[in-house]
């Protein structure tokens, strides 16, 4: 079972129609977001993304967006190892938590 951590929150897009198909992003990917299919990436699940940002910085044609270090995920991380509740600081009009 995959380790998740809020829904529909992490800040990862994958822009197809500049995917190769190299398979980078399914190599360094540590919780398995990506597959690839006929040839190009997608994604396969958004939610055990943890915004690590290996994806985006080991994409050859940039086709992979994210906000490495600033998301939602961090915030369970850091509310794990602190105890307190998760808060990313993003305001309710901004779409995420």
């Not at 995917?19 to 396969?44: D, L, M, T, W, Y």
């Not at 699940?45 to 995920?73: F, L, Q, R």
Request: charge should be positive; include cysteine.
């Amino acid at each position: 079972m995959k380790h998740r951590y809020l829904k529909n929150v992490a800040t990862l897009n994958l822009a197809c129609e500049k995917c190769i198909g190299c398979g980078r992003c399914a190599e360094v990917c540590p919780h398995r977001v990506f597959s690839i299919n006929e040839r190009k990436a997608q994604i396969v699940d958004k939610d055990p993304c943890m915004e690590c940002g290996a994806c985006a910085k080991n994409c050859p044609t940039n086709a992979i967006t994210v906000k490495s270090g600033v998301g939602c995920a961090e915030a369970v991380i850091i509310g794990w190892f602190t105890g307190s509740e998760p808060s990313c600081g993003c305001s309710s009009d901004e779409g995420c938590c």
